[in-house]
């Protein structure tokens, strides 16, 4: 389908002998969020591994932009136009947050005196460092941009990875538990930002705080035990016996449904 950003098709995984995935096939459309939920230990995090090259799969298809490939390796994703966030921050301790941002924006970019060897032309630094400034601006992070990663609060730290990832111009952007140890501002903030993203790019994300999930996501995916159980608009979703049933354990009472939202 040509509106078809990223599909992947019967994706399966075992690490030793445990499945992690079985048969998980998703499409993100374009300029689309699509959400990716379930319970801990469902595979959310194992797609995204796959997707971003650091986990392998025992089969499945990848297909990006209509055309079919193996699944990226990771130096192949800012070429794919791919980035990710990670669960939890991820910055680097040592580097300033602009260095931080602009190091998601060019893999050869070494700061210091990395760069009088391998490095790049003070032209195409100034070049990075403005792409960065224009990312870290767009998550309202400008006032960050000589701190260091240990100076600055959780929400500001999630700001720079999210900059961070936003630097190539990403078209699919996985982020993973954005919203996890946020407050209820910094979740609308990021809530507002991400739908403003969604115009120049597609995101998947997993996540679990439900209000979120609801209000930003086009579509949500259920995985329960490595399996997809359900797929279509939240609302339906968390209607669906399977899908109660993997949060709850059972479906007896479904007005205890309060993982899944009123
Ligand atoms: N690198 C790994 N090695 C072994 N088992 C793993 C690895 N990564 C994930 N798993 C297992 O795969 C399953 C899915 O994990 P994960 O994708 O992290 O779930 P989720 O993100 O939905 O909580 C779990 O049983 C987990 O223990
Ligand atoms: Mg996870």
């Given at each position: 389908m040509?509106?078809?950003?990223?599909?992947?098709?019967?994706?399966?995984?075992?690490?030793?002998?445990?499945?992690a995935l079985t048969d998980v096939?998703?499409?993100?459309?374009?300029?689309?969020?699509?959400g990716?939920?379930?319970?801990?230990?469902?595979?959310?995090t194992t797609v995204f591994n796959c997707i971003s090259g650091l986990v392998k799969s025992d089969s499945g298809t990848f297909a990006f932009e209509g055309v079919e490939r193996e699944f990226p390796k990771p130096h192949e994703l800012v070429d794919l136009g791919i980035t990710r966030t990670l669960q939890g921050v991820g910055l680097f301790?040592?580097?300033?947050?602009?260095?931080?941002?602009?190091?998601?924006?060019?893999?050869?970019?070494?700061?210091n005196f990395m760069k009088e060897l391998f490095g790049l032309s003070g032209k195409v630094e100034a070049g990075l460092k403005q792409r960065a400034e224009e990312a870290l601006a767009w998550v309202g992070g400008s006032a960050l941009i000589d701190s260091k990663p240990s100076e600055l609060s959780y929400p500001d730290s999630k700001r720079v990875a999210l900059a961070r990832a936003l630097v190539i111009n990403p078209k699919l952007l996985l982020l993973d538990e954005p919203a996890a140890g946020l407050g209820q501002d910094d979740i609308d903030a990021l809530a507002s930002l991400i739908k403003q993203i969604k115009r120049r790019c597609s995101i998947l994300i997993v996540e679990h705080h439900v209000d979120f999930v609801r209000e930003i996501s086009d579509t949500v995916n259920v995985l329960n035990f490595g399996k997809l159980i359900a797929t279509g608009h939240y609302d339906e979703v968390k209607r669906d016996p399977a899908v109660i049933e993997a949060y709850l354990g059972h479906t007896d009472n479904p007005g205890e449904n309060s993982k899944l939202g009123a």
């Open positions: 040509s509106s078809s950003l990223l599909s992947i098709s019967k994706l399966s995984v075992s690490f030793g002998g445990v499945k096939s998703l499409d993100v459309p374009k300029n689309s969020v699509v990716l939920i379930g319970p801990n230990g469902a595979g959310k301790n040592e580097l300033s947050v602009i260095q931080n941002v602009m190091v998601g924006a060019d893999k050869n970019y070494k700061p």
